[in-house]
């Protein structure tokens, strides 16, 4: 069988209904529009045996957009009495046969311990025309013999759609979207919106100079964070009087943003030779706690390649 493009000039660019599904879906995906914070499509409150809808709520489901309309309505939950508890789905449901997305509370079965009905998922991979396609949107606990569902029964599952990823520069980021992801040409970070701050995806600080303390200087002592992880290849070198051996001191210091969130233990050779176990610790200073010589004015003390988590 030849291959096919669509939309094709050779057929006034009208595209069937499942080519339309498939030339959407593979650039949107599935999913409510906003974001998780938003209130829930649907919810509970004990005005009876059903869920209700909320308005103004979308989503878009394998390419096609479903709109709750401009006012609340309600799912009736069918009756159990069955003797035991049982878990309903309430989905949204594309329709291959209409071409429509619609609502639909899935029954589950009664059981000692219930399980939720399956999402049907069919790919309709020879664009048939056949099948479902249903995103979930909440979980409902249907007791036996109940009259009623309370919010406590209703528990939110759906998920939401992603922003597309933006190019700009890191003088020209855009307004603060939830699930925004950015990319800055001229650093080369990539970074996601949390709503109201961005977090980043890549980094690279590049190398950049640890602090002293004091009694010494650096010799050098450079440190990077790479992806939320700091790199430190550093040296200090004393400057002051004498350290007796086995005297707990910190040497140098860490910058904000490269601090670790626990001690993290490091190891160091003290004039090449003599070995010393320390830790950079959470205030940022980087200590020398076991070494069996002194530490003598001029002494340098050479940190192994040591890396440790940020955040």
């Avoid at 593979?26 to 059903?50: E, I, Q």
Wanted: glycine share 10%.
């Amino acid at each position: 069988m030849a291959s096919t493009s669509w939309p094709d000039p050779a057929a006034s660019r009208v595209v069937t209904d499942g080519q339309y599904e498939k030339l959407i879906y593979s650039h949107a995906g599935d999913g409510v529009s906003g974001a998780p914070t938003d209130s829930s499509v649907a919810y509970g409150d004990s005005s009876g045996k059903l869920v209700k809808i909320r308005p103004y709520k979308r989503a878009l489901v394998h390419g096609y957009m479903w709109d709750s309309g401009a006012a609340t309505f309600n799912k009736t939950i069918s009756d159990n009495t069955s003797g035991q508890p049982r878990l309903d789905l309430l989905v949204l449901r594309y329709d291959r046969s209409t071409f429509k997305v619609t609502e639909v509370v899935k029954a589950g079965t009664p059981a000692t311990n219930p399980t939720l009905p399956t999402v049907q998922q069919d790919p309709d991979l020879e664009l048939a025309g056949s099948g479902l396609w249903e995103i979930p949107l909440a979980k409902i606990a249907v007791a036996n013999g109940f009259t009623t569902i309370n919010a406590s029964d209703v528990t939110r599952m759906e998920y939401y759609l992603s922003p597309s990823r933006l190019l700009c520069t890191s003088a020209t980021r855009p307004g603060h979207r939830v699930g925004l992801e950015i990319y800055e040409t001229d650093t080369g970070n990539a970074y996601t919106s949390t709503g109201s701050a961005w977090g980043s995806q890549t980094e690279d600080t590049g190398w950049i100079d640890c602090g002293a303390a004091s009694g010494y200087h650096t010799n050098p002592a450079k440190i990077r964070r790479v992806n939320k992880v700091a790199y430190m290849s550093a040296a200090w070198q004393r400057s002051g009087a004498t350290v007796a051996a086995r005297t707990i001191h910190v040497v140098g210091t860490v910058p904000a943003g490269m601090i670790p969130a626990i001690p993290v233990k490091i190891g160091a050779y003290l004039d090449g030779a003599n070995l010393i176990v320390g830790h950079v610790d959470p205030n940022g200073g980087v200590y020398m706690d076991a070494f069996w010589v002194p530490i003598a004015t001029g002494g340098i003390v050479t940190v192994f390649a040591a890396a440790w988590p940020v955040g």
